[in-house]
Nanobody, 115 residues
Framework: QSQLVESGGGLVQPGGSLRLSCAAS????????IGWFRQAPGKEREAVSC???????????NYVDSVKGRFTISRDNAKNMLYLQMNSLKPEDTAVYYC?????RGQGTQVTVSS
């Protein structure tokens, strides 16, 4: 059974940085594309970024336009870990961030950007 556990959220001032982590287990990690989505109160869920399998698809990445140049997704297959480095954070980045594989997701981690 797949399990995804996010960590690293918190309160940060505008312009600050956070690094989210997702510990994955219960499946062959590198075989799957995996990514992050977020959901803010009263807003629709938004796909933030995704990274493909390194061995099968070369680890290609994509990002929603609003985070391009500020966020970087990466994966460590040896540790079964997914990361999201978030720089130059803005108040509109405030949301619960979820790690997701196919239709499965973790419990989420809250990111709040506020002065």
């Amino acid at each position: 059974q797949s399990q995804l556990v996010e960590s690293g959220g918190g309160l940060v001032q505008p312009g600050g940085s956070l690094r989210l982590s997702c510990a994955a287990s219960g499946f062959t990690f590198d075989y799957y594309a995996i990514g992050w989505f977020r959901q803010a109160p009263g807003k629709e869920r938004e796909a933030v970024s995704c990274i493909s399998s390194i061995s099968l698809r070369g680890g290609s990445t994509n990002y929603v336009d609003s985070v391009k140049g500020r966020f970087t997704i990466s994966r460590d297959n040896a540790k079964n870990m997914l990361y999201l480095q978030m720089n130059s954070l803005k108040p509109e980045d405030t949301a619960v961030y979820y790690c997701a594989k196919d239709a499965e997701r973790g419990q989420g981690t809250q990111v709040t950007v506020s002065s």
